[in-house]
């Protein structure tokens, strides 16, 4: 049974910086594209991040690129988001998630969630 699990979210300032991890098991993890998504209270989930298997394409919201990075360690069977210069309207429960068919910025056609960790940015 495939389990993501999410790590490192937490209460930092606006400015501070975080990187989450979420660590897969129970799939092949470098036959999967994996995504970050996030979603803030009463607002739909949104794309945060994406990439591909062997990390060589990676693609961001618009609203985070510059800030965030997305990496991946298949040995580890990890993926990162390196999160800098946080603001309060990053404010979210981010979530990653795992596909085979490539990266997508759809949280529909992802087939394995994780169960989220809290980011919380204060001003």
């Known amino acids: 049974q495939a389990q993501l699990v999410e790590s490192g979210g937490g209460l930092v300032q606006a400015g501070d910086s975080l990187r989450l991890a979420c660590t897969a098991s129970?799939?092949?993890?470098?036959?999967?594209?994996m995504g970050w998504f996030r979603q803030a209270r009463e607002k739909e989930r949104e794309f945060v991040a994406t990439i591909s298997l062997g990390g060589g394409i990676r693609y961001y919201a618009d609203s985070v690129k510059g800030r965030f990075t997305i990496s991946r360690d298949n040995a580890k069977s990890t993926v990162y988001l390196q999160m800098n210069n946080l603001k309060p309207e990053d404010t979210a429960v981010y979530y990653c998630?795992?596909?085979?068919?490539?990266?997508?910025?759809?949280?529909?056609?992802?087939?394995?969630w994780g169960q989220g960790t809290q980011v919380t940015v204060s001003s």
């Open positions: 129970g799939l092949t993890f470098s036959s999967n594209y």
């Open positions: 998630a795992a596909r085979g068919g490539g990266t997508s910025v759809d949280p529909a056609s992802y087939a394995y």
